[in-house]
């Protein structure tokens, strides 16, 4: 089996689909260097997806209680079956999925 690849802990991947990264005589040091840059690159994308992820996510704007009792107020004095109902209700729905997408779900 290549060295390299025990030493990555790629023994099933190596054995069957690839050519041999290294020969048990090649430098251990080289093979080294190969799972430092791997496990440094895997580094990177993983910070970096995490960043994006929550630079994704919509600003959740919070409304202290006197407003939030307004908006109800005025919410429950519209006629039944009124637009702004529907479209509240749509906007709750939006305000938990920006609480999950900001990890608070």
């Known amino acids: 089996?290549?060295?390299?690849?025990?030493?990555?802990?790629?023994?099933?991947?190596?054995?069957?689909?690839?050519?041999?990264?290294?020969?048990?005589?090649?430098n251990k040091?080289?093979?080294?260097?190969?799972?430092?840059?791997?496990?440094?690159?895997?580094?990177?994308?993983?910070?970096?997806?995490?960043?994006?992820?929550?630079?994704?996510?919509?600003?959740l704007y919070g409304y202290n209680d006197e407003i939030q009792q307004e908006a109800a107020d005025q919410l429950e004095a519209l006629p039944d079956g009124s637009a702004l109902v529907v479209m509240m209700g749509h906007y709750g729905v939006n305000r938990n999925q920006i609480r999950v997408c900001r990890g608070g779900g």
Do not use: F, H, Q
């Open 1 to 26: 089996m290549p060295y390299c690849c025990s030493l990555l802990g790629a023994t099933g991947v190596c054995a069957k689909n690839s050519a041999p990264l290294a020969t048990p005589t090649t």
């Open 29 to 59: 040091r080289g093979c080294k260097m190969l799972r430092a840059i791997l496990l440094s690159a895997n580094l990177i994308l993983l910070i970096g997806c995490e960043k994006m992820a929550s630079d994704a996510c919509p600003t």
